[in-house]
């Protein structure tokens, strides 16, 4: 099975900093990541597929990148609403999986 | 408007059954796959497995196979998620998610609203 790992687990931010979160994937998966957000008590949803393309109605200021094994997402400049649990998935293979969540919250 | 909408609340005893239902409606139901994603109190995501209703194709994580049975009916645009010999491990918020294409695999682009199974004695 594909282990993805996300670092950090955590971390806070300003309203307006630049944030990346990485995720690492433990074989080789081209381009087959996506990201997701969730906020508390709602269900995910789905920021950037295929690595680096960015879901219809997402704001711009949502990026990501990477291929192989190593793949960011970038907040460019962090709004309110911004403030949430973010998770990578890996979708080249069965049984697909998830990073264990990096939660970003008010510094 | 597409929306994914899952059935309510269960509790239920260890050993029992649960079986959760996901209905589609605003798009058409057999362009796109199905998986069943859960997440259990204060942990991430895990998927379980899905289906491609218009192959009637399924595919299952390792951990589940035997216990789980994912099905969709056509006539009702609905998905259902079946999951056995309960324990209370099984406790927390399942989620439908609608695959961006007909392949188990694509990007979870829709998802339902959660429905929460409590496993207790």
């Known amino acids: 099975d594909i282990q993805m790992t996300q670092s950090p687990s955590s971390l806070s931010a300003s309203v307006g900093d630049r944030v990346i979160i990485t995720c690492r994937a433990s074989?080789?998966?081209?381009?087959?990541v996506n990201w997701y957000q969730q906020t508390p008590g709602k269900a995910p949803k789905l920021l950037i597929y295929?690595?680096?393309i960015l879901q219809s109605g997402v704001p711009s200021r949502f990026s990501g990148s990477g291929s192989g094994t190593h793949f960011t997402l970038t907040i460019s400049s962090v709004q309110p609403d911004d403030f949430a649990t973010y998770y990578c998935?890996?979708?080249?293979?069965?049984?697909?999986?998830f990073g264990q969540g990096t939660k970003l919250d008010i510094k | 408007q597409v929306r994914l909408v899952q059935s309510g609340a269960e509790v239920k005893k260890p050993g029992s059954s649960v079986k959760v239902s996901c209905k589609t409606s605003?798009?058409?139901?057999?362009?796109?796959?199905v998986s069943w994603v859960r997440q259990a109190p204060g942990q991430g995501l895990e998927w379980m497995g899905g289906?491609?209703?218009?192959?009637?194709?399924?595919d299952y994580a390792q951990k589940f196979r035997g216990r789980i049975t994912v099905s969709a009916d056509e006539s009702s645009s609905t998905a259902y998620m079946e999951l056995s010999n309960l324990r209370s491990e099984d406790t927390a918020m399942y989620y439908c998610?609608?695959?961006?294409?007909?392949?188990?695999?694509?990007?979870?682009?829709?998802w339902g609203q959660g429905t929460s199974v409590t496993v207790s004695s």
């Open positions: 295929a690595a680096s």
């Open positions: 998935q890996q979708n080249y293979r069965n049984p697909l999986s």
């Open positions: 605003g798009d058409t139901f057999t362009s796109y796959s």
């Open positions: 289906i491609t209703p218009i192959l009637d194709r399924t």
């Open positions: 074989q080789s998966i081209s381009s087959y």
């Open positions: 998610a609608r695959g961006s294409g007909i392949r188990i695999n694509d990007a979870f682009d829709m």
